[in-house]
Structures are given as C-alpha cells and as structure tokens.
C-alpha cells in the first residue's frame, strides 16, 4: 500500500466520531444518588443534578426528579462539573509542530515587529481535531485555546465547549484575553518590555486621537490600525492581557506594568510565582501553573517547585492548574490537567481549592462564570459523573455532558483498538 493511501486510511478512522457522537440531542436529565461538588458550594452527599434543554435547572440533596427525565444512578459516584482545561492549542494542529500535522499548525501567527494583537486564534480550530473526542472522554469539558508564543504580542484566546461541529456552536466567549510574552529571547528584557510598554502606549493614544488618524494628523504608530483596535479591549480593562512570565522578575515587571497603564493582567506559567505570592495576591493578579513537573527547563525557571500552586493559594491568590509536564499537555495531553490537580494536592494544595482550580477559578479569570465551572442552576449542563476521586488516576468518567448532551463518540484510539483487536478471517501467520 502506498504512503498516501496510508495516510488516507488513518485519516479516515481518526474522523470517525471526531467531533463527538452524541446518544440523543438536549433532554432532561436527572442525575442521583451521587456525591455531588457544585465547587460553588459545599459537597452534597446523596444528591441529585437535574438537566434540561442544555441547562442545570436544579442542584440538592432533595431534588424531586421530572416525570419522563432520563435517569442516571451516580450511587457510590462522585458528580463535578466539567473540568475547565485553561491552556490548550485543541484543534490547531495534530501533533505540536507542523511536520506532525500534514503541514499546518494554526497556533501561531506571522505577525509583524512582533505584534499580531489582531489574531483569534480559537476561529481556527478544527472541530473534528482528534485530540478533542479524547480530551473530552477523560471529563474535560471547557477549554480555552491560546495562540502560540514567541512573539512580542501573540494574539487573542477563546473559551470553547468541546463539543460541536462548527467553532461557532463551539464557541462560549472570545477574545478572552491576549497573550503577550517579556521573557526576552534573542532581545534583552529592558528592550522587549520597553516595547510592550510603548505598544500600549501608542494604543491609547490611538484611541484618544482617532479621528484625527482617519485624517492622517498623528504620528507614526508602532503597529497597524487591526493590532491596535484589537488592544482596545485591553487598555479599557475589558479584557486581561495574558503575561508569559516564569522568572520571578519578570513577574514583577508584568505587575509594575499592569499597575503603571491601570490594565489588567493573568500571569502564564509562573514558574518562580511562589517568590511574589505575596504582592501577586495584593495586586489581585490571577496565576495560571502547573504542579506536575519541578525540573528546570532554563535559567528562567531555576526556582521551579511543586509547591508552587499551594503556596500561591495559601498567599489568596486566584490559581488555575495548567499542565506543565512537558510533553503536550497542551493538546494530545490536554486531557491530563486532573492529574495536575491531583498532584498539586500531593504537594499541599487542598483538595477543593484543586478542584476548583479546574473548574470554577479559570472560569472566574476568563469571564464565563455565568455559564461553565460550577454545578448551579442555570449553567451550561456540563457535567461529569466520575467512578471515584477524579484526581486518581484509576478513576474513570462515566458520563460526560456537554450542554445537557451526553457525549459518546469514540476516541482514536478506542477507534484503532476497535479495528485492529480481531484479525481479519483471512489472518494466516
């Protein structure tokens, strides 16, 4: 067989319930008997979450449960909402470069000087990426998708359900922040962070002076008129600017930053956080870190440790988990931030505080707290009913629900395993 007719085939049985087969459109639901973690609230023993038409309607220990609602007996089960991965590139490429993806990778934007503030990444998702159905099946249920880094200002991330075949069925808000990066590089930090100032320097004036830019009264801006109208949201404080920061320095730049242009700002990484827990809690600066990995991958993150995600909360600092294990836990690993939050726990961070670091707090960061990362009523009827702690890594998701939908559709690798477990009658050795 021919390279590309192999190619052709593989393909082929990777689409198949790639963008997640569902058992039967939006009905009631009721889900009882369980132990229940609304995140927003204290566990519930014995209760019961009912879902209709999309939505948590009802969350309680004596929940009545409606005539003719699909039932689900969760006894002996734990029932969270679904998991809230904060850092992922799903649906921008199928491996982590372009040579592993046919070709394309659509995480990363040209730019120009460096800026490509006008980029959405997420509106290039593919939905049938194979990594979503598997992500999905390990109770993983929101996500937000980042461009890549490596520029100046890398563009804008979206939050996306991970069920739907199109983006914008996927989509629950976009932008949700812009990602920028001043650990420096090939240019020293003073220089890359002079720049970021005198960007959104000249992005404020250009919104103070526009009228006169239509008439070609100003000076020369660093950037286009799309990058700087994109900053908008950021310089009125609609919209947080994503800082890639691990070097506890650079850290209190982004502050100082954030602070000097009355901005707002979500440390990314923060390897060294834990150093500055306490002005990051006074600054009210949210932290995004990861718990799996305390090896230093560069000078920038010597003072790597586990502890970090505990220490930062312990300060009262707002923490999400997002993998930092180093081996694509931004896509085909994306599915592997419960471990993060289980081993986070094992270095000091309490279990709620870990759980709602993957449910609750990165919807709080992002601004969807009104529809995803808690079971109250009237949020997107995301909800997973898990075997046991859904920390441990025997623990399985049972159920998953997407907008009041239980998602069934296999995974490649269920699909593979499918195919290839009974050899053909023809089989000779």
Do not use: C
Not at 14 to 37: L, R
Not at 114 to 121: K, L, N, P, R
Not at 346 to 375: C, H, N, Q
């Amino acid at each position: 067989m021919r390279i590309s007719q192999m190619l052709s085939s593989v393909v082929g049985i990777a689409m198949i319930g790639a963008t997640g087969a569902t058992s039967a459109d939006a009905q009631t639901i009721a889900i009882v008997g369980g132990t229940v973690y609304p995140v927003s609230g204290p566990k519930i023993e014995k209760g019961t979450v009912v879902i209709r038409d999309g939505k948590i309607v009802a969350v309680g220990a004596n929940v009545a449960v409606p005539a003719g609602a699909t039932r689900i007996d969760a006894t002996g089960k734990w029932v969270t909402p679904g998991l809230f991965n904060a850092s992922t590139a799903l649906g921008l490429s199928e491996g982590n470069v372009p040579a592993q993806s046919g070709g394309y990778n659509d995480a990363r934007a040209k730019g120009e000087k460096g800026i490509a503030a006008s980029f959405s990444a997420w509106m290039g998702m593919n939905p049938a990426s194979t990594f979503i159905a598997q992500t999905r099946r390990d109770g993983v249920t929101t996500a937000v998708v980042w461009p890549g880094s490596g520029l100046l200002v890398n563009g804008r991330a979206g939050v996306v359900d991970l069920a739907g075949e199109s983006v914008a069925a996927m989509t629950v808000r976009g932008p949700v922040a812009m990602l920028a990066d001043i650990g420096g590089g090939a240019e020293s930090r003073a220089e890359v962070q002079g720049k970021l100032r005198e960007l959104l320097a000249d992005a404020k004036t250009f919104a103070a002076r526009k009228a006169a830019y239509e008439n070609g009264a100003t000076r020369a801006f660093v950037a286009s008129r799309a990058e700087l109208e994109a900053l908008q949201p950021v310089m009125s404080g609609k919209m947080p600017l994503a800082i890639d920061a691990d070097r506890a320095s650079d850290i209190r730049a982004a502050v100082a930053l954030a602070q000097e242009l009355a901005i707002k700002i979500v440390i990314v990484g923060g390897a060294e956080a834990w150093q500055v827990a306490k002005e990051l809690a006074a600054a009210k600066v949210p932290v995004m870190v990861g718990a799996m990995n305390n090896i230093p991958t560069s000078f920038n993150t010597l003072g790597s440790r586990q502890e970090n995600a505990a220490i930062l909360r312990a300060a009262g600092v707002h923490v999400s988990l997002i993998g930092n294990a180093g081996g694509g836990e931004n896509n085909f690993n994306a599915r592997n931030i419960r471990y993060e939050a289980g081993n986070a726990v094992a270095y000091g961070m309490s279990w709620d505080d870990a759980l709602r670091a993957i449910t609750l707090a990165p919807a709080e960061t992002f601004g969807v707290a009104d529809k995803v990362g808690s079971l109250v009523a009237g949020r997107e009827g995301n909800v997973v009913v898990w075997s046991g702690d859904p920390f441990e890594f025997a623990s399985q998701a049972e159920h998953v629900f997407i907008r009041g939908v239980e998602n069934t559709g296999m995974t490649r690798e269920e699909e593979l395993t499918a195919r290839y477990k009974t050899k053909p009658p023809t089989y000779r050795k």
